[in-house]
Every structure is written in structure tokens, then in C-alpha cells.
């Protein structure tokens, strides 16, 4: 069974905040405006690295996990991977919160298409 965790990106400190169960305080201020929240997939990379949603990997992956359902988006065109990347081939090389805000443009919108694909039942594969 695969591990919860979830950490918290702080909008206003800019920092990572790793979460401490269900009653971390953090937990309790859970808007847009406050804090980002993103959850542990229950894949590590190649180092042992914990992978969380919008992860950057490879330089060239964004991880995105929605309901229960882990895809990885090609961040330089918004291609969802449909063929599956092995585990020791995933490196963790950025964080979505450490992107220029021009990229993080681009990448919310592949994000939000594939959020859409998830919500209209496309299959997506991720790690094998």
C-alpha cells in the first residue's frame, strides 16, 4: 500500500513545507492564496528521492497526480506520456515552484490539460 504524505509549497515564505499528519496546522490554511498542497506519489526517483506532484524530472517531465491517478507531461509541448517510464530512469531535477513565472505559464496549461484528460476518462500512463 502506497505511503500518504503531502508537503506544502508557502506562497508568502517561498518555501517547501513537509507536512506532519492530517492536524499540521498547515493543513487548516489550505487555499490558493495561502499555500499550494501536493501529494507524495509513492514513487522514488533513481538517488531515492521521494517524487511529488509537480515535480520536475529529467528536465524535461512534470509530474501531475490527480485523484489518485500519477501522469507525467512533456513540459516543452504538454504531451501526456501514453508509454510508461521505468523507475530507474527518473531523476529529480526541479521543482514547479522553482520555474520562471513565464514557464509556469506554459507548464499550468499542460497541467490543466491534463487534469481535463483525467476528468474525461482518457487513459494516462506513468511509471512502471
Same mark, same amino acid.
Given at each position: ?11 508568502? #515564505? ?5 507536512? +506532519? =499528519? ?9 487555499? #490558493? ?44 509541448? =504538454? ?8 523507475? +530507474? ?11 520562471? #513565472? +513565464?514557464?509556469?505559464?506554459?507548464? +499550468? ?20
Amino acid at each position: 500500500m502506497r505511503e500518504i504524505k503531502f508537503r506544502a509549497w508557502l506562497l508568502n #515564505e517561498k518555501r517547501m513545507h513537509y507536512i +506532519d =499528519g492530517f492536524y499540521d496546522p498547515v493543513m487548516s490554511y489550505n487555499d #490558493e492564496e495561502t499555500c499550494i498542497i501536493v501529494q507524495y506519489t509513492g514513487i522514488k526517483d533513481t538517488s531515492g528521492k521521494e517524487i511529488y506532484d509537480l515535480h520536475i524530472l529529467n528536465n524535461k517531465f512534470i509530474v501531475v497526480f490527480y485523484q489518485y491517478i500519477v501522469c507525467i507531461v512533456d513540459i516543452s509541448n =504538454g504531451d501526456i506520456l501514453k508509454k510508461g517510464l521505468k523507475r +530507474d530512469e527518473l531523476e529529480i531535477t526541479g521543482e514547479y515552484f522553482s520555474l520562471p #513565472e +513565464d514557464s509556469k505559464r506554459s507548464v +499550468d496549461k499542460y497541467i490543466r490539460q491534463a487534469e481535463s484528460a483525467f476528468k474525461n476518462q482518457e487513459i494516462c500512463f506513468a511509471v512502471v
